[in-house]
């Protein structure tokens, strides 16, 4: 461990604003793909002490308070609390979902900013002649997240997402840092190679606040009309966009990355 520790102080750079071009040089690509790298064999809490250290306070980290976000929120706890978290509020989410918001505000004194679209919930079907997301989801998630996120992102050089390699194939190539140029910023994945079984055996072991509609069958939680239970032998991922050739919001697609990750 400490020898581990020891070579992840040596590729850690001074933070400077300038870590995060809009248009990264062959060189910089270069230099976050040798972190990747290296912080392969790193533990989460590791590799989130090194994005503190490289690029706090200009770091930030989106959740939908899935079981990996409350999971990392335990870690930012420890390590720096004082990381901007924030949350892309589409107006369809579960009230459990935003009732966890406030449990994890109690429990670790972290407020979760909302991150809102220009227009409710109403506006908008009222714009679409209805529900969108029943005849297009993917303007639908592009409208009221991605577009959400782009915003959120202006101002940061670094975000932090939750997923997971094991959670579908679109995230199989997964780095632990990469290059994100759909946001224009790097892009820190801490639990990359953990599995859904060490995600929750920390859960358990540590108490920490969870959506507890992943007890009643929803292990994979989005906006309300877009996600269902997950029946025996089907995939965690299972219940998003159910019947539909979907998979991802559009958070996290390959297509956007510069080919180290997503």
Not at 107 to 126: C, D, N, S
Not at 129 to 140: I, K
């Amino acid at each position: 461990m400490e020898a581990a520790r020891m070579q992840l102080n040596m590729v850690t750079l001074p933070p400077t604003r300038s870590d995060s071009p809009e248009a990264p040089s062959a060189e910089f690509l270069e230099e976050l793909r040798a972190h990747s790298a290296r912080l392969e064999s790193a533990t989460p809490e590791e590799i989130i002490a090194w994005a503190v250290e490289r690029y706090f306070p200009d770091l930030t980290m989106a959740t939908a308070f899935g079981p990996e976000g409350c999971v990392i929120i335990h870690m930012l706890s420890k390590i720096e609390p004082q990381t901007h978290v924030f949350n892309l509020d589409t107006g369809y989410q579960f009230q459990e979902t935003l009732e966890l918001r406030e449990r994890i505000a109690q429990r670790y004194g972290i407020e979760v900013e909302m991150k809102q679209p220009a227009t409710t919930v109403e506006q908008y079907e009222r714009l679409h002649g209805g529900p969108l997301y029943n005849v297009n989801p993917d303007q639908c998630c592009f409208d009221r997240k991605v577009t959400v996120l782009r915003q959120a992102a202006v101002g940061f050089r670094a975000w932090m997402s939750g997923i997971r390699r094991d959670q579908s194939s679109d995230r199989a190539r997964a780095g632990i840092v990469s290059w994100d140029k759909k946001f224009g910023l790097v892009k820190v994945s801490p639990l990359a190679n953990w599995t859904k079984k060490e995600v929750w055996g920390l859960i358990v072991k540590e108490n920490i606040p969870y959506n507890p509609l992943h007890d009643q069958g929803f292990p994979s939680i989005g906006c309300w009309p877009c996600t269902r239970k997950v029946l025996d032998g089907e995939d965690e991922r299972a219940g998003r966009w159910a019947g539909k050739a979907k998979t991802e919001c559009g958070l996290h697609t390959p297509a956007e990355s510069d080919g180290s990750g997503i």
